[in-house]
């Protein structure tokens, strides 16, 4: 599965919630750090669609990933819950 199909997963999920997050490296000084932020939430799919190309369009260094996630949920306990992984490598 390729980073579109990954997208469109999280835009036609039937969670009702629709989460962007957002993972980028920022430099404080001569350090990298991976920061990963949820940076758009809404319940209504084409909002969540148009932010995530708006953000990708104005930021395309950086990596956007969109879940579908149920409300009142405990995320931990789901098979697959929000996140972005950030390897030692991003940060060189």
Known sequence: ???QEYIQMGLEGKEPLKIILCGAVQ???EEK???VSVVFATQDRESATEKIQKLREQHPENYYMVYSVPLESDLTTQNHY???AIRKEDLQ
Do not use: F, L, N, T
């Open 82 to 84: 929000p996140s972005i």
């Open 33 to 35: 750090i991976g920061v």
């Open 1 to 3: 599965m390729d980073y």
């Open 27 to 29: 430099e404080e000084g």
